[in-house]
């Protein structure tokens, strides 16, 4: 029933800044837990970040910790991924997710591709 779209990768040089989106189609009643993986060519999708939509911890890949911060804005349905300090090996399909007791949705993927 509900639906996620990302937004906001693109081409950016090390060093550089990206801020993702991911918003779902309706609001869920139940508790549930949003998080970003990312997929780079000829690897195995990763967990990146994750928010807890009731108490709102949130979690770290320890290859992003101090660079990538992880919030939402419930009025929105909107959970962001603020990605500061990139490197070339962080270039791959980032994809949002939202898992509860009843579902398991992915969004579509956004592509970020760190260059010089």
């Known amino acids: 029933q509900v639906q996620l779209v990302e937004s906001g990768g693109g081409l950016v040089q090390p060093g550089g800044s990206l801020r993702l989106s991911c918003t779902k189609s309706?609001?869920?009643?139940?508790?549930?837990?949003m998080g970003w993986y990312r997929q780079a060519p000829g690897k195995e999708r990763a967990f990146v970040a994750s928010?807890?939509?009731?108490?709102?911890?949130?979690e770290y890949a320890d290859s992003v910790k101090g660079r990538f911060t992880i919030s939402r804005d419930n009025a929105k349905n909107t959970v962001y991924l603020q990605m500061n300090s990139l490197k070339p090996e962080d270039t791959a399909v980032y994809y949002c997710?939202?898992?509860?007791?009843?579902?398991?949705?992915w969004g579509q993927g956004t592509r970020v591709t760190v260059s010089s």
């Open positions: 309706r609001s869920i009643f139940m508790a549930y837990v």
């Open positions: 928010i807890s939509s009731r108490s709102g911890n949130t």
């Open positions: 997710n939202i898992r509860s007791s009843r579902d398991d949705v």
